[in-house]
């Protein structure tokens, strides 16, 4: 017997399910791996055969085998399995010197669930805030719809960029929510989005994932990111993330034992040194904003927060095709659901007739430490409630407060890119 040690890596895939089209199978020489600092017991060798039941006449007591829905080669069925792939890593950024995350394991587990783009620049850029949600950049323009940071008295505060020429002035943007001061250094961050308009039911990149052990390597293609959650562990934020796979199957005899992770230099993002913040007031929301002005909205800081989670799901939608052993041609986000809860050890009375009333929030929720490739947030633009805030939690020590939120429609960006009017986003700083 073996033992058990193992390790996932990730490739991105160039074609969905790295069909060869002269064979209709899969092939991923070609594709470069890299392997992830995942925690050990979610990774398994993942999915089931499906096949189809014979229910056919029989002279006695006994069963049929069942039928393989897959195809053939030649005169040779082909091994097949479909399922779920799920991963749990801490979000540990990029570090100096990088100016995305698309190379990196992290990077690339997002991008199977979302669009990206980056801020606009890859460094502290240093501007002048004429207040603290108006910025005249150094480095122009900043991308509409994505995040940036500061360290303001050593905390980590992030914002959306709502307008990429503010006023119609060429060299100004607004964001929102404002931050708590005047700054003088912006960092910038890749912003991984939820696809709205025209790239509805995209995203960035389908993956091949390769576990290898001793004795054992199963290869997984056509994958794509059906579920996204972080949580925290102490402060440390975990994110667990499940992927859809088209195709699964097995090359144990090529099997060359596990690969070393590949850590990146940054830090584990940490839910210390930053906030979770709501917007002082409403969101656009239903309607799209005109002009040039978007959405600059105050900030509420949360005091008291001690803890969040969130959700994020996508609904995928195989594309039926015949031509290959997947049976689909690609997967499409259908649908999408974001679930964030926050708890909180005091009331916030900012919030107590926002269920009654209606009212939406952006919700923002930002990751330590601070600086050049190091912090990441989560920001929700058009928030609403899902429970009454006025049922409080009293069943522990101390008296506590939920507030649970879901995505709305959001129309605050004012400007053209690719991430306008996202209800959802998740970011880090490059």
């Not at 119609?168 to 929510?177: K, N």
């Not at 952006?362 to 009454?388: M, N, Q, R, W």
């Amino acid at each position: 017997m073996s033992v058990t040690h193992r390790s996932i890596s990730v490739a991105v895939e160039s074609i969905f399910g790295s069909i060869d089209g002269a064979t209709g199978l899969p092939s991923v020489g070609g594709l470069s791996f890299t392997s992830i600092p995942a925690e050990r017991d979610p990774v398994v060798l993942f999915g089931e055969a499906p096949v189809s039941e014979r229910n056919e006449l029989r002279s006695g007591p006994h069963l049929q085998q069942p039928e393989l829905d897959t195809m053939w080669n030649s005169s040779n069925r082909q091994q097949r399995r479909t399922g779920e792939v799920t991963i749990t890593l801490d979000l540990t950024t990029v570090g100096t010197g990088a100016d995305s995350y698309d190379d990196t394991g992290l990077g690339r587990l997002l991008r199977a669930g979302f669009k990206s783009i980056t801020s606009g620049f890859t460094a502290g850029d240093t501007v002048t805030m004429s207040t603290s949600s108006v910025v005249v950049p150094t480095t122009y323009p900043y991308e509409l719809g994505s995040m940036v940071g500061a360290s303001i008295a050593g905390r980590a505060e992030y914002a959306s960029v709502t307008s990429d020429d503010r006023g119609g002035l060429g060299t100004t943007h607004g964001l929102s929510p404002a931050l708590s001061t005047t700054t003088t250094t912006l960092y910038p961050m890749q912003t991984f989005y939820t696809a709205t308009g025209s790239d509805s039911g995209s995203v960035d990149t389908s993956l091949c994932f390769r576990i290898d052990g001793v004795n054992f390597r199963s290869f997984m293609v056509g994958c794509k990111c059906s579920s996204m959650s972080l949580s925290l562990d102490g402060g440390r934020v975990m994110g667990t993330f499940t992927f859809q796979a088209a195709h699964i199957f097995d090359e144990h005899g090529s099997a060359g034992g596990p690969d070393e992770p590949v850590h990146q230099s940054g830090a584990p993002c940490h839910f210390r040194g930053s906030y979770a913040v709501i917007s002082s007031s409403a969101p656009t929301s239903g309607t799209t904003v005109g002009g040039t002005t978007g959405d600059e909205l105050g900030r509420t800081n949360v005091a008291n927060c001690s803890s969040f989670e969130l959700s994020v799901t996508n609904e995928l939608t195989p594309k039926g095709s015949s031509s290959d052993i997947l049976g689909m041609s690609d997967m499409e986000v259908t649908g999408v659901t974001v679930e964030c809860t926050l708890t909180l050890d005091a009331p916030l009375s900012t919030v107590v007739n926002d269920f009654r009333d209606r009212v939406k929030r952006s919700v923002l929720v930002g990751f330590g430490p601070i600086g050049e490739g190091l912090g990441g947030c989560f920001y929700i633009p058009a928030a609403h409630l899902t429970a009454d805030p006025l049922r409080y939690e009293i069943g522990g020590e101390i008296v506590q407060q939920t507030l649970s939120y879901s995505q709305s429609h959001y129309g605050g960006d004012a400007g053209t890119g690719n991430a306008k009017n996202s209800p959802f986003r998740i970011a880090l700083t490059i």
